[in-house]
């Protein structure tokens, strides 16, 4: 990646001007700044092509479209410049707190985090390619078949399972949405006019019903939350599969991020020294197996495919 200087200096609207920088922490793959320009804040989005590269994230291109496009929904960050030559981003600095874990758990703000995920797949225009977590899988596990990368014990004898899963989820699609496809907690900033949503480096269209389970999974929600997140985005009285759909997309985000995890310890650990990548693909994969084990799994799969 360019320096931070090199980028700064290549935004013309801060020709001139008195600009400081920090690093932003918390970013796991591109390198994230707060850029004060006469005091005003921006974020300054510098993308790693590495990423791209090792299936970590979209193409950049594509990232840097998908986040023009999701500022129009109101939930995104508004665009200020893009420098595709490097490629980088000026953001607005949206004036808020990023969420934890535990305010996510909240009711309310699960609430609050369901609407933020209406809007945004309801105002938003189609985002400009299409994601789908099982050829995510099937390439996280090429590369790490490739480069001979570690993955969890019992990983790929699990592998029949999730075909099952696939063809559950086919049996009954639901329309594409603009899907973020990556809400941890920290991706959710808390305003006083509602829930903000930052970082696209893994959106495209997909089944909104994804959105709700990777967000149960990321905040290690148990299926009361789970249920709770999807009747507030469906409505309350949403079908018995629309519940179980989230469910199974639940397990696979945690079953395919510990891939994501896998593939950025064994090709990219440099870029956050700080941060124990195996130690999370561990982490995910005990969730995975916790609820392929569940004895209501098989019950889950029938209620998706049949509609029940």
Known sequence: MPPVEEVVAAV??????????????????????VV???GERFVLRILNRAV??????????????NTVRAARSGVGAQVHEVLPEYPALVLE?????????????????????AAACRALHE????????????????????LCHRHELRIPDGYEER????????????????????????????????????????DWQLSGMNDAAFELGDIAAESDFEPERAEALAAAYFGAAA???LLAR????????????????????????????????????????????????DPGFGRTLDVVAGGR
């Open 239 to 241: 079908e018995p599969a």
């Open 93 to 113: 600095f949206i004036d808020g707190e990023t969420m934890s874990l535990d305010a996510v758990r909240e009711q309310a703000n699960i609430e609050r985090i």
């Open 12 to 33: 013309p609207a801060w020709a001139g001007r008195h600009v400081e920088h920090e690093l932003l922490k918390g970013g796991l793959s591109h390198s994230i700044h």
């Open 159 to 198: 592998l029949p399972t999730v075909r099952r899963i696939e063809a559950a989820l086919a049996a009954r699609p639901l329309p594409q949405a603009p899907c973020h496809n990556d809400l941890l907690a920290e991706n959710f900033i808390d305003t006083a006019v509602g829930v903000r949503i930052v």
């Open 246 to 293: 989230v469910r199974l997309y639940l397990l696979m985000s945690n079953f395919t991020w510990t891939l994501w995890f896998s593939v950025h310890h064994g090709l990219l650990e440099g870029s956050q020294a700080d941060f124990d990548y195996w130690a999370e693909a561990a982490d995910k994969w005990a969730q995975a197996v916790r609820d392929l084990d």
């Open 36 to 38: 004060r320009v006469d």
């Open 52 to 65: 791209e590269q090792a299936l970590l994230g979209i193409p950049a291109e594509q990232e840097i479209e």
């Open 123 to 142: 105002r938003t225009p189609p985002f400009v390619n299409r994601f789908d977590i099982f050829r995510q899988l099937e390439g996280f596990l090429e």
